[in-house]
């Protein structure tokens, strides 16, 4: 996986964040308000949460969300397989178009998980 590439999606990412909180968007306090309780520990814990965001993020093809989510499922103690578990529910929830977006998935599991495979 071209590095930079992922380093420039999380730079914009940043960047993005950070201009929305600077601005002092409502709605996007409100966005970060429902995004910490929808990870938050609860019958489900914020790991699951993670991997069922990886599955969506391949269904609707969202680069920086498939980023984003398997590195926070990484940080909350997925591991490589179960990931690829995410990803191959997002598979198959989107059908042949899923697998295209399951390419860049790989491609951020194996920056993500270098040691581990």
Known sequence: ???TRLQALSRTRKWAHQTLVDKKSKV???FLTMENAAYADGALPGKTKELIAVGISVRIDCESCMQWHIEQAAQAGATYEEV???VEVGIEMGGGPATVSARFALQVMESVFAAAI
Request: overall charge negative.
């Open 84 to 86: 690829l578990e995410a």
């Open 1 to 3: 996986m071209d590095q």
């Open 28 to 30: 996007y306090q409100a």
